[in-house]
Nanobody, 123 residues
Framework: QVQLVESGGGLVQAGGSLRLSCVASGRTFSPVMGWFRQAPGKEREFVAAIRWSGGSTYYADSVKGRFTISRDNTKNTVYLQMNSLEPEDTAVYYC?????????????????WGQGTRVTVSS
């Protein structure tokens, strides 16, 4: 089992920045961590992913160049630095722990999910 706790969401103006954190705990090791988001009335979508080992990163085209995913292995924490935020980034952001990189951009490989943290970007 893996427990994931996100934090860092809030209200920000367009053009602003936020940093989300996700602390992972538990007995099961998940080699990949991902961030997903779900906007009102839309399906949950992939945002970014990172491997604990080596730190390889992967991004959705919509956030590439604006968001940065990183990890601190000593703290079992994954971050999502979000810059140049746009109203379209408004969503609940979820952290997820995955068993591998296969189809990392889908929900399929992710076994554990956090409760989500809300991000609202005002225009």
């Amino acid at each position: 089992q893996v427990q994931l706790v996100e934090s860092g969401g809030g209200l920000v103006q367009a053009g602003g920045s936020l940093r989300l954190s996700c602390v992972a705990s538990g007995r099961t090791f998940s080699p990949v961590m991902g961030w997903f988001r779900q906007a009102p009335g839309k399906e949950r979508e992939f945002v970014a992913a990172i491997r604990w080992s080596g730190g390889s990163t992967y991004y959705a085209d919509s956030v590439k160049g604006r968001f940065t995913i990183s990890r601190d292995n000593t703290k079992n924490t994954v971050y999502l630095q979000m810059n140049s935020l746009e109203p379209e980034d408004t969503a609940v952001y979820y952290c997820a722990a995955g068993r591998g990189l296969s189809n990392y951009y889908t929900e399929a490989p992710y076994d554990y999910w956090g409760q989500g943290t809300r991000v609202t970007v005002s225009s």
